[in-house]
């Protein structure tokens, strides 16, 4: 959304420089809406007029939407929260591109044109309060997603270095639920062959592809992984992900991102006809994947999955997350390597599904 702040001038008809209390950096946002503000008083700063009231130095030629703003923009970000006065739907968000008589607010939910909000504009130790009016809409304009997969692609290292690594043996720490630390050893082996445990309290849980079947262990219990969760499982065991991934989804579309970790993301969005979407945020500036989200189907609908990942090292000649944190309904852990070496032997035993367990011996029968 764009928004405008107003601030009053003893002087309307050769009004001052406005006097920015900030160093702000400008930063290209997703879709913005520009916001004309009302006079509420608060200690030290006030707008120009009320909502309705008729804006000296705007262009009351310009069209419904546009930016009538005439006086000088100066670059500027804080963090927003604004409100929707009559709906009361909120929104936290940053203001940027800022003049005397207007600002921008950065938010993936345009409102409609004349909504009234409540905005509050925190930098540092100050805060900022006033009303506002949607005023107009821009939309921003993204890379394409093929420019997007190829700056990730070449992020972490290009094709021809993924190619070079044959497997991966990682050593850390599972970080679960309530602070608890349990050791984690995660082995991969192309093509499409992962093996991860974890070795919990009650014993080792156990989650493994072996290229065409995922299965799932924890002493006594086998469960085998189902179509949707073999996708899943394959996705994870395919060490050249980076590289596939535009041949895995017949489409992509490409909108803003949220912020994770204080970075700023592209949201990258893989489309299969009759299958759920994958989600990838990849990092603006770096073009690594910060965060991926995928679903399976359920008899209750979709259940997701989140992964977000940071820590990013080089390991000959590729970038791998050290650090990873998996969240699904229920269930929440991070997983910190230690320890990371690739091209090592890998047994491929170690792919091979475990034996059902035992049948119940048959109750004798009745005398």
Known sequence: MKRRKRKRSSKAANPPTPKIPFDGEKTAGPSTALAEANRQAHPGDEFIAPVDAERPGSDPTAPAGADRRTHPRYEFTAAAEVVAAESGARMETRVR???QRGCYVDTNNVLPLGTVTDM????????????????????????AADQLLEKYLAAVGGAEALQKITSRVQKGTLIAFGGQHFPVDVYSKAPDRRFSVMQLQGGDSVTAFNGKQGWLSVPG??????????????????LYLPAHLKTLYQK?????????????TYLVVGHNE????LRLYLDKESGLLLRLVRYGETPLGRNPTQIDYSDYRDANGVKVSFRWTLARPG???TIQVEQLLQNVPVDDAKFAPPPPPP?????PSAP
């Not at 930098?123 to 821009?138: D, I, P």
């Not at 009759?274 to 979407?277: A, D, E, K, M, S």
């Open 252 to 264: 992509f579309s490409v909108d803003a991102g949220e912020k994770i970790d204080g970075r700023d």
């Open 120 to 143: 509050r504009i925190t930098k540092e130790t100050q805060l900022f309060e006033a009303a506002a009016r949607v005023a107009g809409e821009e939309k921003a304009v993204f890379p």
């Open 97 to 99: 591109d800022l003049s």
């Open 331 to 333: 269930n929440r852990f």
């Open 359 to 363: 049948s119940p011996a048959p109750k």
């Open 221 to 238: 219990h086998v469960h085998i992984m189902s179509a949707a969760e073999n996708d899943a499982a394959r996705m994870d065991a395919d």
């Open 274 to 277: 009759g299958q759920p979407p």
